[in-house]
């Protein structure tokens, strides 16, 4: 049996893979959500606009966009600019919203990850498919 952190690993993976697919073109390019640079979603990276170590928004959708690793890395996640991008793309507040859900208590068990694994999985693969991407 896989211990928690293996499997929080691995959901990491397939989320991650999830966020830099689902606007992905057929080539595999996406956009970087705060600076707009444009690279094959392999190179980029899943952004968070609340840092992962809250695991309440750590594998929310809203929370997490393609970054490229100048804005991700080098510049913290851009967070205030990524903050304006949520609020202008899923309305006023999204952000100080996505701030208050952050600083939620939760528990994942194993049978929660094993579940999510296999639920971003699943998509992930079927986008490669849709898209033509290895």
């Known amino acids: 049996m896989k211990p928690i952190s293996k499997l929080k690993k691995e959901l990491d993976k397939w989320f991650s893979l ?7 073109t057929d080539e595999g390019l996406a956009q970087c959500y705060t600076c707009g640079k444009v690279d094959h979603y392999k190179r980029l990276q899943c952004g968070h606009f609340m840092s992962r170590r809250f695991h309440s928004t750590r594998w929310s959708e809203l929370n997490c966009q393609v970054q490229c690793v100048k804005c991700n890395m080098y510049g913290q996640g851009e967070q205030f600019k990524f903050g304006i991008n949520l ?6 507040g999204t952000a100080e919203e996505l701030q208050y859900e952050a600083r939620k208590i939760v528990k994942y068990t194993r ?24």
């Open 18 to 24: 999830y966020i830099r697919l689902r606007f992905a």
């Open 111 to 134: 049978v929660d990850y094993v579940e999510q694994i296999g639920y971003y999985k699943s998509i992930v693969e079927n986008l490669k498919k849709d898209k033509g991407l290895e």
């Open 87 to 92: 609020d202008a793309n899923y309305g006023e």
